[in-house]
Nanobody, 114 residues
Framework: QLVESGGGLVQPGGSLRLSCLAR???????????MGWYREAPGKQREMVAT???????NYADSVKGRFTISRNNSRKTVWLQMNSLKPEDTAVYYC???????WGQGTQVTVSA
């Protein structure tokens, strides 16, 4: 089970740090899994925001490059998404997941508004 947290309301230009904690049976393969953060805005399809491999290689959507940073700590079974210079268009429900998995958690709401 993956549990997301850290969302909230922030003004444009602000920052948030999202966390994703892995619990239970997923831990047995966690170190090898590529993990990703995704987001779903109202009226839009879910999209990939950033991914990180078990070895720490990262990939980002063009819309967040230079503003967001994904990282992980395998011993703590946690993946983070540091979001800086937030824009209103970043408003969405953010989810973390194993890349390729279709078993989604509840996500965490991020709202960027003045």
């Amino acid at each position: 089970q993956l549990v997301e947290s850290g969302g909230g309301l922030v003004q444009p230009g602000g920052s948030l740090r999202l966390s994703c904690l892995a619990r239970g049976p997923i831990f047995s393969t966690y170190v090898q899994d590529t993990m990703g953060w995704y987001r779903e805005a109202p009226g839009k399809q879910r999209e990939m925001v950033a991914t990180v491999t078990g070895g720490g290689s990262t990939n980002y959507a063009d819309s967040v490059k230079g503003r967001f940073t994904i990282s992980r700590n395998n011993s703590r079974k946690t993946v983070w998404l540091q979001m800086n210079s937030l824009k209103p268009e970043d408003t969405a429900v953010y989810y973390c997941n194993i890349v390729g998995s279709t078993d989604w958690g509840q996500g965490t709401q991020v709202t960027v508004s003045a």
